[in-house]
C-alpha cells in the first residue's frame, strides 16, 4: 500500500498548480478511486525548506476529497497538480523524535 498525497479538482488552477497547498491531504488509492483518507498535510514538514525528508512534491487530482471520489486522468496516467516555489519556506528544523513522541502520547501509547 503506497499513501499518496492528493487534492480536489478545486484546489488545481488552469496551469497545475494547487491554488492551495493546505487543503492536500494523505489518502490510498484503489482502482481509481480515493478508498481512504487523512487529514490535511502539515506544513512544518510538508513545505518547509528546512526540513528536506517529506516534501510535498506532486498530488493526484481527485473529484472531491471524499471516499470513493474518482481520480482524474489527464491521457494515460492520473492527473497531478504541484505547488509552486513559493509555497515552500524557511519554517526551522523539526525534531522528529519529539514529534513521534507527543503523537504517541496524544493516541495513548507513550508513558
Known amino acids: 500500500m503506497r499513501i499518496r498525497h492528493m487534492t480536489s479538482a478545486d484546489n488545481v488552477d488552469a496551469e497545475g498548480w494547487l491554488v492551495d497547498p493546505l487543503r ?6 484503489v482502482g481509481g478511486q480515493i478508498a481512504d483518507m487523512s487529514g490535511v498535510i502539515d506544513p512544518l ?7 528536506p525528508g517529506h516534501r510535498l512534491g ?3 487530482v481527485a473529484e472531491r ?11 494515460d496516467r492520473f492527473a497531478l497538480a504541484e505547488a ?3 509555497d ?8 522528529e523524535s519529539a514529534r513521534r ?9 507513550g508513558s
Request: aromatic share 6%; proline share 0%; with cysteine.
Open 101 to 109: 513522541a507527543a503523537m504517541l502520547r496524544l493516541a495513548g501509547g
Open 45 to 51: 514538514t510538508h513545505l518547509n525548506l528546512d526540513f
Open 24 to 29: 492536500v491531504v494523505h489518502g490510498i488509492v
Open 88 to 95: 515552500y519556506t524557511r519554517r526551522g528544523a523539526v525534531d
Open 65 to 75: 476529497l471524499e471516499r470513493g471520489a474518482a481520480l482524474r486522468w489527464e491521457g
Open 58 to 60: 506532486t498530488c493526484l
Open 84 to 86: 509552486r516555489a513559493r
